[in-house]
């Protein structure tokens, strides 16, 4: 999460303006690219042929997805293993350190604190350096990705190499962070550079929905192997990153998932440190009776209160982050020092979990997988609140302290994670948040747990046969709960079951996740939902429940009236106006003013590109030509025996206009102000030549530049030729009264990023996924863009009949166009107005020219 | 599984034509049900009263969607332990009465095969008697209908009844038959029922998208309150039903059905049949080392082997039915006496499992869950291959036989129970495919186990210490991978997770599902898609995987070119013939023949209603008047004093004309067929008041009876007037070249049921379901309806370069339809031929009246 630099308003518009970079970028390279591939070709011609021929016989066989999807599990897996083992490296290092300093408790807490300042310290420099975007967690880009937003920096191979190495450097630091978030990007990173590696080979990896489904299963693979989890992987990218999730990706992600999640089991065998293939945090839970029903109730306060709390943890990251960016002093001095806040929060949390010190109250000496290992354990901690007489293991011994109730210690560890994560997570190195929140969410469960054994210490009786209560079995339902809270899903509790591989507990986990879900739902965003808001990634937020308002709020009330078009009967002119008035990405194209009736949508960079031929280079030197060959006939007919000279003269004109002219109202993708900057360029190119030529030249060149000027507004005025022209001839279209909830359904569906509203073929306006975020947004906070909102509500209480005779009356706007009534338009005042501001420009720039002389 | 009535071409067409009427229906109800309602609430006023107050706060306080949720879940709880009680009890009723006669052998055998054959024989004849739409799995069926298709007659409470009293008496019988396919559907006729009682209170609930939405929820219900597993039933109910899947509806299907299954197991503790809540099919395999890892290729074996033996059964089961279909005399046969096949099925399964016959030698005396119980148990069945020695425990006993050895008689279990499933799910009774493919698979799986205990006695080594082989775990794979086979789903796994309790075996099971699901997809349509294509339903088939020609199959080779439209210039004749033509839903309208730009699509219903208001009584009888108004002051003028008298002959022919002016050309909804029909009867009409009146009445009759033809034909020859007809001013469109893969992509996802496709705002061209139905097994069978192969093969090798070159020529169209060029129609003739029709029939009317005179 990049606290500085990208947290700005600027992101969503950075975003945008990117994609549709990428996008012409792809456009423009795709002859070269071809030229390109060719040359790859005879470079590699031995290698690429039997490559080919490999491929192919792999590819027949086996089909290219299943290699694809092990390839991707198989990577995934190594490098989730790399990384465990390189960050318990790291984590026995701080502790073998500060053990063998236990002499001197000044240098131990030196060396305590220094070891994870100067990994957090790093890890934020390596990630500011190599590439930003690879801070935080990755989930809501992907989210954003995945929903069709070309996010171009977010899967490359830099990103890839600072990701894994800062979130090495940051978990092996000790903070309370996760490895799920950074290991879902870590994963669609994986995915997309094989992909690239892969089309390499030729195939169809180079179809862009193919790789979208691909991105969808790395997403399963990277919280599969994260966790050993493919079932729960799956379900919780699915919930994580979808909004419409297509049945037919589902094998993809599980294959790949559960290929990923065995050979990382696998490994963890052949590396000694497991006898079998088992899970993670295995816990050993009696079967035969898991739990008395009438301990129910008490599951169920679990997932309310993590409910409340998962809410409150999502708010506390969003304050935190809205403070360190209002407050502009503070604002001003991190960004100089970029390093200091990660060291100086890595200070304080570090600080406060010594050993020895306050981190005596909080079990601060283990690690985040051995406080797990600790909630999940099946005995008892207390026993009528007196913690002397229990055996403790190794783990547990943590929890016990000479001064403090075992409650006590909880309460604290508790609190004092709560905002530390919270806190920790807003560091701009690579970092999730569902372990920290996991944790603190079996902390509490345990709390709850050992009071309810406190409590009933006999267990609650059934039938006479005593069970004790199992204390670590509230610790999985606090931690599911919590995490399903926080994240808004309720595939936790399948990741709960194979991470403790027993699943014993099934319904009052479901119970309490659900509960969690419902309350946290209720109150705020999901954590990924609530940084993409933070960041203003271009995302649609999702419909909230039982809003009845959004099925009575319909397109009209919300679309923009004031759409740009162009007609069949539109001039160069026109065209150079709608380019540059704005940032649209595609322009409606309607058969006339009057009629309005939407042909197709063509996009901007097809417009430029006409707009661009039209006034091209070679036109201009066809013009000149053609006026030299009738100035030369001129000539002749006036001066016979001169002709040779006047030929030549005329010659030298033209190449003089060669080298300077190009186009004199330069068309550019940027329309604004690189403009402005080519057209200096194009004045300096006029001024070199001009000059080195004599008084007289210089003004024959300007009589001809007024000349190609004329041409120019001329050819402006030409009207558009669009046969070479690309255009879509079925844009998405809605009607009037399609309602909100529809609109969202088919934008999310389809991954929309604009519709037309047409009324029976007539273009009447758009809708944008900014309007619609707007209507959304709007329809939940009440104050917001309800256009018409009397109308809307008095729309709900309309019957059926009056609903088809206000549909009836459309036809009369049928009628009327049909009877060739003209619309006005407001685009003839705005077509007057850019004209003359095109005049003032037109001025401005013979001033410049006549005063650089 | 209707085997004789429902198993025709027709179905699909059936279904098509209940969908109009229901829309049709609906919409002519539409101003009586509002009057019915104002009638209700004067009669329940008080109680009515209250009763939205009471709704009203609780929906507010809590939401709609949670009270429906629950109250679907406790219903279903219900249902589900109440029929799983009466089954139970039937069950032992079999037993005890085979029990009792164990004396004579004979007797005995009597009992034993009478009592299912009653049972099914009741269960078939009460289920054709009462709705015969409730035989069969139902799973196909709630497929299509949450793909947009209506199937009326499928959510009625008569089929509730008829399914829920069908399936407790099959399941009753002992046959190998399940519960999960018509749990499905009858939690979904729940859900309809309840949303139909719900809009009683007025709410949401007649929202056609809350809904399907709800539906999907039920359909996760039925999954987990079957076993008692939700998270198995959420994802198994998506996989098995859905397409696309929103995963805001996730929360849904997870809350009512954990609230289910919750409940479910509630009653069981709260009967005393359980100590708390647990799995239904409770394991108790080791939990420290579950399996070496060196067993995985075993587990591979078992998935693959799985994979061939789902498909199989899949054909197996396809194969009885077209046998049964193909056989004219057997089917003659069976269809006058439809409970014999049952009946005669029936008799052969069980005399096979008579335990003290055949049974013995595959446990026939065991019931589907006591055979599940013994398979998973932990203990092996062998050692060294001897039988001996083990100690039997009551339903292990079943499979020890002095004669033949365990693996004998497993094989002849697995083999005999094979084709006794599938030629038992083929019966006409509610009934599921799923529980007897599970113990089948259970079964094979146990074998394995067997033998691999058999073959390794002391286990695989693994550095000294020895772990015994579980047999009981390679059943559990076995089950999973077997059922996963036959439904294509991965959930299977899920569900045998929460089914046993165990989730130890989490990786063997997914490894075993995937490659089982990997191998049956590639063979045969899993078991929903092969019944649905039995059935012919309106579905639309998956695309295959990796089968590349989608992509390079257009639109333009796959759609109809010959479209039915209406112009705005159309006149009633155009309409009505277009009407007569066939069972289009709905037809587009564009500006004109020549132009052909597609403003938008009108039902058929709609059109009709259109006609029928051009040529209703009220217009005639104002045409009469009028006629006669002028015919009075004709008479007036000619002969003052007898006005009178011709002023009453005159309102005497009005009065005759009124009560027998029917539509002359009658406009039903049912266009050829009843037309006639009611003409005929229109004749009647005409009939009986002329043949009392003299000959000269008649003959003015006949005279103003060719007057009210020529007004009719005259009135047929005017424009259409669109302004009182509901226009769908954006019916979705495509272009000629949009990929296969993405207009199935779009079908789906919007659930379509036709497109039109345009090129620039022009028609072109229709796609329909059944085009892209064709066009997708075209393209995955070779044969098919290419209609450009050669084209399209050629595309994949055409560059980007060529194929924006072809689609800058779709330009010239738009040119040359703006320089009106008009495109010679095949409409016309059509129009001529129709003509000479309809004056035929009109000679044809003439000549019937005059000779019944």
Same mark, same amino acid.
């Given at each position: 999460?990049?606290?500085?630099?990208?947290?700005?308003?600027?992101?969503?518009?950075?975003?945008?303006?990117?994609?549709?970079?990428?996008?012409?970028?792809?456009?423009?390279?795709? @002859?070269?690219?071809?030229?390109?591939?060719?040359?790859?070709?005879?470079?590699?011609?031995?290698?690429?042929?039997?490559?080919?021929?490999?491929?192919?016989?792999?590819?027949?066989?086996?089909?290219?997805?299943?290699?694809?999807?092990?390839?991707?599990?198989?990577?995934?897996?190594?490098?989730?293993?790399?990384?465990?083992?390189?960050?318990?490296?790291?984590?026995?290092?701080?502790?073998?350190?500060?053990?063998?300093?236990?002499?001197?408790?000044?240098?131990?807490?030196?060396?305590?604190?220094?070891?994870?300042?100067?990994?957090?310290?790093?890890?934020?420099?390596?990630?500011?350096?190599?590439?930003?975007?690879?801070?935080?967690?990755?989930?809501?880009?992907?989210?954003?990705?995945?929903?069709?937003?070309?996010?171009?920096?977010?899967?490359?191979?830099?990103?890839?190499?600072?990701?894994?190495?800062?979130?090495?450097?940051?978990?092996?630091?000790?903070?309370?962070?996760?490895?799920?978030?950074?290991?879902?990007?870590?994963?669609?990173?994986?995915?997309?550079?094989?992909?690239?590696?892969?089309?390499?080979?030729?195939?169809?990896?180079?179809?862009?929905?193919?790789?979208?489904?691909?991105? /969808?299963?790395?997403?399963?693979?990277?919280?599969?192997?994260?966790?050993?989890?493919?079932?729960?992987?799956?379900?919780?990218?699915?919930?994580?990153?979808?909004?419409?999730?297509?049945?037919?990706?589902?094998?993809?992600?599980?294959?790949?998932?559960?290929?990923?999640?065995?050979?990382?089991?696998?490994?963890?065998?052949?590396?000694?440190?497991?006898?079998?293939?088992?899970?993670?945090?295995?816990?050993?839970? *009696?079967?035969?009776? =898991?739990?008395?029903?009438?301990?129910?109730?008490?599951?169920?306060?679990?997932?309310?209160?993590?409910?409340?709390?998962?809410?409150?943890?999502?708010?506390?990251?969003?304050?935190?982050?809205?403070?360190?960016?209002?407050?502009?002093?503070?604002?001003?001095?991190?960004?100089?020092?970029?390093?200091?806040?990660?060291?100086?929060?890595?200070?304080?949390?570090?600080?406060?979990?010594?050993?020895?010190?306050?981190?005596?109250?909080?079990?601060?000496?283990?690690?985040?997988?051995?406080?797990?290992?600790?909630?999940?354990?099946?005995?008892?901690?207390?026993?009528?609140?007196?913690?002397?007489?229990?055996?403790?293991?190794?783990?547990?011994?943590?929890?016990?302290?000479?001064?403090?109730?075992?409650?006590?210690?909880?309460?604290?560890?508790?609190?004092?994670?709560?905002?530390?994560?919270?806190?920790?997570?807003?560091?701009?190195?690579?970092?999730?948040?569902?372990?920290?929140?996991?944790?603190?969410?079996?902390?509490?469960?345990?709390?709850?747990?050992?009071?309810?054994?406190?409590?009933? @210490?006999?267990?609650?009786?059934?039938?006479?046969?005593?069970?004790?209560?199992?204390?670590?079995?509230?610790?999985?339902?606090?931690?599911?709960?919590?995490?399903?809270?926080?994240?808004?899903?309720?595939?936790?509790?399948?990741?709960?079951?194979?991470?403790?591989?027993?699943?014993?507990?099934?319904?009052?986990?479901?119970?309490?996740?659900?509960?969690?879900?419902?309350?946290?739902?209720?109150?705020? @965003?999901?954590?990924?939902?609530?940084?993409?808001?933070?960041?203003?990634?271009?995302?649609?937020?999702?419909?909230?429940?039982?809003?009845?308002?959004?099925?009575?709020?319909?397109?009209?009330?919300?679309?923009?009236?004031?759409?740009?078009?162009?007609?069949?009967?539109?001039?160069?002119?026109?065209?150079?106006?709608?380019?540059?008035?704005?940032?649209?990405?595609?322009?409606?194209?309607?058969?006339?003013?009057?009629?309005?009736?939407?042909?197709?949508?063509?996009?901007?960079?097809?417009?430029?590109?006409?707009?661009?031929?039209?006034?091209?280079?070679?036109? *201009?030197?066809?013009?000149? *030509?053609?006026?030299?060959?009738?100035?030369?006939?001129?000539?002749?007919?006036?001066?016979?025996?001169?002709?040779?000279?006047?030929?030549?003269?005329?010659?030298?004109?033209?190449?003089?206009?060669?080298?300077?002219?190009? @186009?004199?109202?330069?068309?550019?993708?940027?329309?604004?102000?690189?403009?402005?900057?080519?057209?200096?360029?194009?004045?300096?190119?006029?001024?070199?030549?001009?000059?080195?030529?004599?008084?007289?030249?210089?003004?024959?060149?300007?009589?001809?530049?007024?000349?190609?000027?004329?041409?120019?507004?001329?050819?402006?005025?030409?009207?558009?030729?669009?046969?070479?022209?690309?255009?879509?001839?079925?844009?998405?279209?809605?009607?009037? *009264?399609?309602?909100?909830?529809? %609109?969202? %359904?088919?934008?999310?569906?389809?991954?929309?990023?604009? /519709?037309?509203?047409?009324?029976?073929?007539?273009?009447?306006?758009?809708?944008?996924?900014?309007?619609?975020?707007? /209507?959304?947004?709007?329809?939940?906070?009440?104050?917001?863009?309800?256009?018409?909102?009397?109308?809307?509500?008095?729309?709900?209480?309309?019957?059926?009949?009056?609903?088809?005779?206000?549909?009836?009356?459309?036809?009369?706007?049928?009628?009327?166009?049909?009877?060739?009534?003209?619309?006005?338009?407001?685009?003839? =005042?705005?077509?007057?107005?850019?004209?003359?501001?095109?005049?003032?420009?037109?001025?401005?720039?013979?001033?410049?020219?006549?005063?650089?002389?």
């Amino acid at each position: 999460m990049t606290m500085y630099g990208r947290y700005t308003q600027e992101l969503g518009v950075y975003a945008r303006e990117e994609a549709a970079r990428i996008r012409e970028d792809g456009r423009h390279r795709s @002859p070269p690219l071809k030229l390109l591939e060719y040359e790859k070709g005879r470079c590699f011609s031995l290698c690429g042929v039997c490559a080919v021929h490999c491929q192919r016989f792999l590819m027949s066989r086996v089909g290219e997805d299943w290699i694809f999807l092990i390839l991707l599990g198989l990577v995934m897996a190594l490098v989730s293993f790399v990384m465990d083992f390189c960050i318990a490296l790291l984590l026995q290092a701080q502790k073998w350190m500060s053990g063998g300093l236990d002499s001197n408790v000044i240098l131990q807490y030196l060396a305590w604190v220094t070891y994870p300042v100067v990994l957090i310290s790093f890890s934020a420099g390596f990630t500011h350096i190599v590439a930003p975007q690879a801070a935080g967690s990755g989930i809501p880009e992907m989210k954003t990705i995945l929903r069709g937003v070309v996010l171009k920096e977010y899967l490359t191979l830099k990103t890839f190499v600072a990701k894994v190495v800062g979130l090495t450097c940051a978990l092996g630091s000790g903070l309370p962070l996760g490895k799920e978030g950074p290991f879902v990007h870590i994963a669609s990173l994986c995915a997309a550079l094989l992909c690239k590696f892969m089309s390499f080979f030729g195939g169809i990896y180079e179809n862009e929905s193919r790789n979208t489904e691909m991105l /969808a299963a790395a997403c399963a693979v990277g919280v599969g192997c994260c966790f050993a989890a493919p079932i729960g992987g799956v379900l919780f990218s699915i919930e994580v990153t979808s909004t419409f999730f297509a049945v037919r990706n589902y094998w993809r992600g599980f294959f790949a998932a559960t290929f990923s999640a065995f050979i990382f089991r696998v490994l963890a065998v052949w590396n000694r440190d497991e006898e079998t293939i088992t899970a993670l945090f295995k816990t050993r839970f *009696r079967l035969d009776f =898991p739990f008395d029903l009438q301990e129910l109730p008490a599951f169920a306060v679990i997932g309310i209160a993590s409910g409340f709390g998962g809410a409150l943890f999502v708010y506390l990251n969003r304050l935190i982050v809205q403070f360190m960016r209002k407050q502009k002093t503070i604002n001003k001095f991190l960004m100089k020092k970029r390093l200091l806040y990660p060291a100086l929060v890595t200070l304080l949390i570090s600080t406060l979990s010594f050993p020895p010190g306050f981190g005596q109250f909080m079990a601060g000496q283990l690690t985040q997988k051995e406080t797990l290992v600790s909630f999940f354990d099946n005995r008892t901690w207390t026993k009528q609140g007196m913690t002397e007489d229990f055996n403790y293991d190794s783990h547990s011994a943590a929890w016990k302290h000479p001064q403090a109730n075992v409650f006590v210690i909880l309460v604290i560890f508790i609190v004092m994670k709560f905002w530390m994560s919270a806190l920790a997570t807003t560091l701009p190195v690579p970092c999730g948040a569902f372990m920290p929140v996991f944790v603190i969410g079996a902390a509490f469960g345990r709390l709850v747990g050992e009071s309810m054994a406190a409590w009933f @210490p006999e267990g609650i009786n059934t039938d006479g046969i005593i069970y004790p209560i199992v204390p670590g079995g509230y610790a999985v339902v606090g931690a599911a709960a919590l995490s399903g809270a926080v994240t808004h899903t309720v595939s936790t509790a399948v990741i709960v079951f194979e991470l403790t591989g027993q699943i014993s507990h099934i319904l009052p986990i479901m119970i309490a996740v659900i509960l969690a879900n419902a309350v946290a739902q209720s109150l705020q @965003p999901s954590i990924y939902d609530s940084i993409i808001r933070i960041k203003k990634l271009p995302y649609l937020p999702e419909l909230g429940w039982g809003h009845h308002e959004k099925y009575n709020i319909r397109v009209e009330d919300i679309m923009v009236r004031d759409v740009r078009y162009i007609t069949l009967n539109s001039t160069y002119r026109d065209l150079h106006e709608i380019l540059l008035i704005g940032n649209l990405k595609t322009v409606a194209l309607v058969e006339s003013a009057e009629s309005m009736i939407l042909l197709g949508s063509i996009e901007r960079a097809q417009l430029q590109a006409l707009l661009t031929q039209h006034l091209s280079r070679e036109r *201009r030197l066809e013009f000149i *030509r053609d006026r030299a060959d009738a100035e030369r006939k001129r000539v002749s007919v006036v001066s016979t025996p001169s002709s040779e000279e006047g030929g030549q003269k005329v010659n030298h004109e033209i190449s003089t206009e060669e080298s300077s002219f190009t @186009p004199a109202r330069p068309i550019s993708p940027k329309p604004l102000k690189p403009a402005l900057k080519r057209t200096s360029t194009a004045e300096k190119n006029i001024e070199i030549p001009t000059s080195n030529i004599t008084h007289t030249h210089t003004f024959t060149y300007l009589w001809k530049h007024f000349k190609i000027e004329e041409w120019e507004e001329q050819q402006l005025d030409e009207q558009v030729n669009f046969n070479s022209c690309k255009i879509d001839p079925a844009p998405f279209q809605l009607v009037e *009264r399609t309602s909100l909830h529809k %609109t969202h %359904t088919i934008f999310s569906l389809l991954g929309l990023d604009h /519709a037309y509203v047409t009324s029976i073929g007539r273009l009447i306006g758009v809708v944008s996924l900014r309007e619609l975020r707007k /209507a959304i947004e709007g329809s939940m906070t009440v104050k917001g863009v309800k256009v018409r909102p009397p109308l809307a509500s008095f729309r709900d209480s309309g019957t059926s009949g009056t609903s088809s005779e206000s549909e009836a009356t459309e036809l009369h706007k049928l009628w009327d166009r049909h009877t060739s009534i003209s619309i006005p338009r407001e685009h003839q =005042p705005n077509t007057s107005d850019s004209d003359e501001k095109s005049h003032l420009f037109f001025f401005f720039r013979i001033m410049t020219f006549l005063l650089a002389n």
